[in-house]
């Protein structure tokens, strides 16, 4: 345990370092050129500014957790849902899948106002946006992952008289769950940014406005310290989700498959 702790140690030593040596540049850098804090804010008037408004800084990355936890779940549910019924026919999936891919060529925000007409200005719309920037990577990650099952496996289960629902629940998606895994590390944090991205379109101000509203108003207003602060949260938040996901990852497939069997053991 404590050789395991020693090195995990080691491990961050370099990127703390590297953080530490980056904001104290920062900060000696605007006091020695007199930066102007609405072009450039030190690192403590980005503490301050947080610090003042934290109150309305929670409320809206609590906004945009709630926003983004409901995409992701949605683009978790609908994008392994429809990858299952594509894999369980090659027509389905040569009839509807070319047309997920156009619907992901569109930029989202070039839909986003059709999304703001069918559901209204506020979480709902917000919620929509988000799902559909992580709906694509769910879906062509499970697609290719239940695409890649083993053959021999798959002629075992056919010489057993498996059904087709039990060869895909009992052998093709547990197969496909190294796949998954990995769409959720990219669709989770996708499902933040277009949760802010909903909230430049469809947010609801007042004190009910997520971090993309703030964003907002504190670049009209040129609250540049407070704008990095409600940035850097937006990041802080991603960040969260994916060491969430990545956990996850650990938890399910240390104990069996290679991609995370390694990293466990180091």
């Known amino acids: 345990m404590l050789r395991k702790a020693g090195s995990q140690i080691r491990r961050a030593m370099p990127p703390v370092a590297a953080f530490i040596l980056f904001i104290g540049g920062w900060e000696l850098f605007c006091r020695l050129a007199d930066m102007k804090p609405y072009l450039l804010p030190k690192p403590s008037d980005i503490v301050r500014a947080a610090t003042e408004n934290a109150s309305n800084l929670w409320v809206s990355v609590y906004t945009t957790i709630s926003e983004a936890v409901v995409g992701f779940l949605l683009s978790i549910v609908l994008g392994v ?7 369980s026919s090659k027509l389905m999936e040569r009839s509807i899948y070319p047309y997920a891919i156009i619907m992901q060529t569109i930029p989202i925000v070039a839909v986003a106002p059709i999304i703001v007409i069918w559901f209204g200005a506020g979480m709902n719309a917000i919620v929509i946006i988000a799902f559909l920037i992580g709906f694509f990577p769910m879906l062509s990650n499970t697609l290719i992952g239940l695409n890649s099952t083993d053959h ?11 059904s087709p629902i039990q060869s895909m629940f009992r052998l093709r998606l547990p197969a496909a769950l190294p796949y998954i895994v990995a769409g959720l590390k990219i669709s989770c944090t996708l499902a933040v940014i277009g949760a802010i991205v909903g ?8 004190g009910k406005g997520g971090l993309g509203y703030a964003i907002t108003v504190a670049a009209s207003r040129l609250q540049t310290a407070y704008l990095f602060a409600c940035g850097l949260s937006a990041s802080l938040l991603g960040i969260g989700f994916f060491l969430l996901v990545n956990a996850f990852s650990k938890w399910m497939l240390s104990s069996w498959h290679e991609s995370e069997m390694g990293s466990s053991e180091g």
Not at 81 to 87: E, K, N, R, V, Y
């Open 81 to 87: 849902g429809l990858a299952i019924i594509l894999a």
């Open 152 to 162: 021999n496996m798959k002629n075992l289960f056919y010489l057993y008289n498996a």
């Open 199 to 206: 909230e430049y379109i469809a947010g609801i101000g007042g």
